[in-house]
């Protein structure tokens, strides 16, 4: 039996031969969101890695930041490297600290242009030496989203692409993707791609808000619609 | 070991340029009317060193053809031998075509003479010249067995050793072709009729005399320049001529054991001053792959004004590369090795200012509680909530835009350095739902930041 066999593993080795078993080993790594009921429903139990994640955010502030930070946070306090880049404003480095995240592992990388953020995007996803990265890629056409999730193939790092909610028309790569609305204080996230079956109600998931934060002590809740009641600093 | 380059004079002046196949392809460098050397491509047109350049012509109407260079001749010599003493630190130049080096000590280093004589061979090709290795028991050995291009001292012609015109008009008198035959030949008659010279050069060559050698002694800081045979304006066929003096520069650095922390490239033209091209390094380097690399970023980025002529590379402030043995590099796989080599990747081609670390810093003004820096104080959280986006500068809102949900949190402070701060910061929920932090001073309502 030994030669059929060893003809065998020849055409498992050198053939795109799909077997079953070696699925269980070959799922890359996911890395926790820090959310229980999101690590539920995402395939391997957490923030796919070696593969495109696309976050198609509603508008701006409405706590997209703080659905990654859990494992920014993680990521970074396990001496991982975290790079954001072209993001849209200055990720403002107090409430940073203030989330558990160690600066000294952040770095920004800002683009002057479209062509250079998904150059720069490919070059950390192919030097893997990065373990997350955010990136705002507004416009993106199918190919160049392809050339990237390669280029994610090639390391494994967490690779999250925040995107306008139109973008959510265009077919992609990715092979997760996730739609964010506020929802009072908490964030409805709609997964509107993942491997296995759909997911048809939107997760409700708990963000930390400044408002809770705040708790009263420190700061006073203003009873006045208007700001004009205000006094005014001088 | 001999290396000897007969094509020198060509290569010196020619180098530069990326070969190409063709028809096209045919040069030759002439001195007095004549063609003192010529590339692969004419030999085959069927020009042959020392026929007149007007038979030249005729055979090869293509034939381009380049002046001697005398001083650029023996420029490449230098380069070379400083770019070989990363194999021994004993290389003597023996103008004008030969350097000879003294492995002997270094051939266990490098794994026995095959495997090093490849590494010559490939290393002087990148470099961008053709050498004839031969090693011999002494350097006049290994010279004779280079340019004759034998096995062995006595199979090699006489005219290999270069006798002077009336001993070898003799020695082909009296029918004496080979070095063995003239070894044979009795001493005592031989010296007066040959000269004695001759016979001492063999008795070094034999290593019956010894033959004292002056060492090249490598200058302290690389400089090399590449003349460009025609002008070039593309990146690319820049890049090759990059390669070439990087290579160069690796070599050099590892004779030294050292790498450097950043280099010049300078691209001169005909008529206008040169084009500088500065790139650094995080930590000190010596991979020329790595170079060139961060060199095709700023090539890519660069509009040339007009064509450039020549290239210069210069190197200095070398510092000691710890932990390599050789030039090849391509075992570094840390981490934190790719990561810096990253960030040296994007700084080139996006601007050093534009890639860069976060960190805090001791100010109550929300604008300066942060620095663009890696490592620095690590303080305590702020008073109040702080968001995830800061927006610079802080974007102006009318009254109607937003309803306010907590606040005020006061922020008076840098009246000490001019920029004085007076705001009254609120968080707010805008109408599309997002959570803002906003402030209001004297001048009105701004939009600070996101919570995000």
């Known amino acids: 039996m030994a030669a059929p066999s060893a003809a065998l593993d020849a055409v498992l080795l050198h053939h795109p031969v799909w077997r079953g078993g070696v699925l269980a080993q070959a799922a890359p790594q996911a890395v926790p969101t820090g959310f229980a009921g999101l690590d539920r429903e995402l ?192 | 070991m001999a290396l000897c380059f007969p094509r020198l004079a060509l290569e010196a002046l020619l180098r530069g340029r990326a070969p190409s196949e063709g028809p096209d392809d045919l040069w030759a460098v002439i001195e007095n009317r004549s063609v003192l050397v010529c590339n692969a491509a004419a030999t085959a047109a ?127 008198r009296i029918g004496i072709s080979t070095l063995g035959e003239l070894m044979r030949l009795p001493r005592a008659a031989a010296a007066p009729r040959l000269g004695q010279q001759l016979l001492d050069d063999l008795d070094r060559a034999l290593g019956r005399i010894p033959e004292p050698r002056a060492f090249f002694a490598p200058p302290e800081r690389f400089r090399a320049q590449l003349e460009l045979p025609a002008p070039v304006a593309q990146a690319e066929s820049l890049l090759f001529a990059g390669r070439r003096l990087l290579l160069q520069l690796e070599g050099f650095l590892a004779a030294r054991q050292a790498g450097v922390r950043g280099f010049a490239l300078n691209l001169l033209h005909r008529d206008s001053a040169p084009t500088a091209i500065e790139i650094g390094f995080a930590v000190p380097r010596r991979d020329a792959e790595h170079g060139l690399r961060l060199l095709r970023e700023r090539l890519g980025a660069l509009a040339l004004a007009s064509p450039a002529e020549a290239l210069q590379l210069e190197a200095g402030g070398l510092a000691p590369l710890a932990g390599t043995t050789s030039g090849l590099f391509h075992d570094a796989h840390s981490e934190t090795e790719e990561w810096e080599r990253l960030l040296e990747r994007l700084q080139a081609r996006l601007g050093g200012t534009r890639v860069h670390g976060l960190t805090l810093h001791a100010d109550h003004r929300p604008e300066r509680a942060w620095r663009a820096a890696d490592g620095g104080e690590v303080l305590a959280a702020p008073l109040g909530p702080r968001p995830l986006w800061l927006l610079e500068p802080p974007r102006r809102l009318s009254e109607s835009d937003f309803v306010l949900l907590a606040g005020p949190e006061r922020i008076e402070a840098g009246w000490w350095d001019g920029e004085d701060v007076v705001r009254d910061y609120f968080i707010a929920r805008t109408r599309a739902g997002s959570l803002s932090w906003i402030y209001r001073a004297p001048e009105g309502w701004f939009l600070h930041g996101l919570f995000a």
Not at chain 1, 189 to 200: D, M, N, Q, T, W
Not at chain 2, 113 to 137: K, N, V
């Open chain 2, 46 to 172: 069927g020009v042959r060193p020392g026929s007149a350049l007007a038979a030249a012509w005729a055979l090869a109407p293509r034939l381009r053809t380049l002046p001697r260079n005398a001083p650029a001749e023996a420029a490449a010599l230098e380069a070379i031998a400083a770019w070989a003493c990363q194999f021994t630190s004993r290389v003597s130049l023996e103008p004008p075509q030969a350097v000879l080096l003294e492995v002997e000590g270094s051939l266990r280093l490098f794994g026995g003479m095959g495997r090093l004589m490849a590494r010559l061979h490939s290393g002087l090709a990148g470099i961008g010249f053709e050498a004839l290795l031969a090693a011999g028991p002494t350097a006049r050995a290994a010279l004779w067995l280079a340019r004759g291009e034998g096995e062995t001292l006595e199979a090699l012609p006489v005219c290999a050793i270069a006798p002077p015109p009336e001993a070898l008009a003799l020695l082909q």
């Open chain 1, 43 to 234: 395939p391997g139990g957490g923030w796919p890695t070696g593969a495109l994640t696309e976050i198609l955010c509603a508008d701006e502030g409405i706590g997209e930041l703080q659905l990654v930070l859990p494992a920014l946070a993680a990521l970074s306090r396990a001496g991982s490297r975290v790079a954001w880049l072209a993001p849209p404003h200055l990720p403002y480095a107090p409430a940073l600290a203030a989330a558990g995240v160690r600066l000294e592992f952040l770095t920004v990388v800002r683009a002057p242009g479209r062509r250079d953020a998904l150059w720069a995007a490919e070059q950390v996803l192919r030097a893997g030496a990065c373990r997350a990265l955010l990136a705002w890629l507004p416009r993106t056409s199918y190919a160049e989203l392809r050339r990237l999730a390669v280029a994610a193939e090639a390391g494994a790092a967490f690779t999250a692409l925040f995107r306008p909610p139109q973008a959510a028309r265009e077919s992609s790569p990715a092979p997760l993707r996730l739609g964010l609305e506020p929802d009072g204080e908490r964030l409805a996230v709609r997964i509107l791609k993942r491997r296995g079956a759909l997911l048809a109600a939107p997760l409700r998931i708990p963000i930390q808000r400044p408002v809770h934060a705040v708790g009263g002590a420190l700061l006073s809740t203003p009873r006045t619609r208007s700001p004009a009641a205000r006094p005014c600093p001088v």
